[in-house]
């Protein structure tokens, strides 16, 4: 027996071929138990013997069940793998025939809106199609399951010549993409819950999401699923956005770069503390917001620590400076 006929999820999977609550129940029934009359099936599922007669008659000229030619008429369900095969091939002409159907309807002109996406697994479509349609350049900032998810699109698109660069939270190899490593992958994982991501396409189009992490490698929901998600084409704001991850990735870079006892790394600290630490985004009210909104239980404690740690090396390095001696701390590259 493959099932319980109580197991709801699985007359819902079953469902999603094209058939109906009593077709689905039918069809697991002959599964689990073999060959049966459709006097029997009715009698073993609960059903009124006339709809179960009709829902065989359906699932039999659907190709779904197999019914003997003698008596008793014995009903045989259609094994599962010809089944899918049949429903794949259904939905792949239905796909064609609706791409036929469109081509050439799409509204023309510029759309400047910035629009709120409902599924995950829209947004991870949307940026399988944003890297599909790159011409130039792909940037891609994305935590490791949307990462992986995305890796072999990033390739793709590599392939065509297309520079990408991806941030990402743990090391990882993507043939043609030029993969680099945020200097607080690790603390940046635990501080929000869910997959982030942000990418944008030839500086014209971004997606921006934060999603629930799948119930299993791939498996991303195809209703809701999302904290928070945008799209929009609208070359100003996309610009922008790239312009601005360009500027971040560049320092990321240099982290990466540079040598821990490098002493550049002492001095562009101190740069950076002098001129840009006011505007540090975890110090930032809405870094805070953030937190309330999408961060994690521990979120808020691993925040004021990280900023403490920041404080008490920034102190070092002034106590050295003031003193003139060379300074023995090591800088991680690290920012707030």
């Known amino acids: 027996m493959i099932a319980s006929m109580s197991d709801e999820s699985l007359i819902t999977a079953i469902r999603a071929i094209g058939l109906t609550d009593l077709e689905a129940r039918v069809y697991l029934h002959l599964l689990s138990h073999g060959p049966e009359t459709g006097y029997s099936i009715g009698k073993a599922i609960g059903k009124p013997n006339p ?8 699932l039999h000229a659907k190709g779904v069940l197999e019914v003997a030619a003698g008596e008793p008429r014995l009903c045989r369900a259609t094994p599962v793998d010809e089944v899918l095969a049949a429903a794949r091939s259904r939905f792949d002409h239905a796909l064609d025939a609706a791409a036929r159907a469109l081509a050439g309807s799409t509204a023309g002109g510029v759309d400047d809106g910035v629009y709120q996406l409902g599924s995950a697994a829209q947004v991870i479509q949307r940026a399988r199609r944003l890297l599909a349609d790159a011409r130039s350049c792909a940037v891609v900032d994305a935590l490791p399951a949307i990462a992986d998810e995305l890796a072999e699109d990033m390739a793709m698109a590599a392939t065509r010549g297309v520079s990408v660069v991806a941030l990402v939270y743990r090391p990882i190899t993507i043939p043609g993409v030029e993969t680099i490593l945020h200097s607080m992958g690790e603390l940046a994982q635990q501080l929000i819950e869910g997959e982030h991501i942000l990418l944008s396409r030839d500086a014209s189009e971004v997606v921006l999401g934060l999603l629930d992490p799948p119930s299993q490698p791939g498996a991303w929901s195809e209703s809701g699923g999302v904290r928070q998600a945008i799209y929009t084409a609208s070359t100003f704001l996309a610009w922008h956005l790239h312009d601005n991850f360009h500027h971040q990735l560049f320092t990321y870079a240099i ?10 790394r002492g001095k562009l600290m101190r740069i950076y503390e002098s001129r840009l630490l006011g505007i540090a985004p975890l110090r930032s009210p809405g870094w805070r917001t953030m937190l309330e909104r999408f961060g994690s239980e521990d979120a808020q404690r691993l925040t004021d620590e990280h900023i403490a740690k920041s404080d008490r090396a920034r102190s070092e390095r002034r106590t050295v400076d003031f003193d003139g001696s060379t300074h023995p701390h090591t800088d991680s590259g690290e920012t707030d």
């Open 255 to 264: 982290a990466e770069g540079l040598a821990q006892d490098d002493p550049m």
């Open 51 to 58: 709809n179960v007669y009709m829902a065989i008659e359906s």
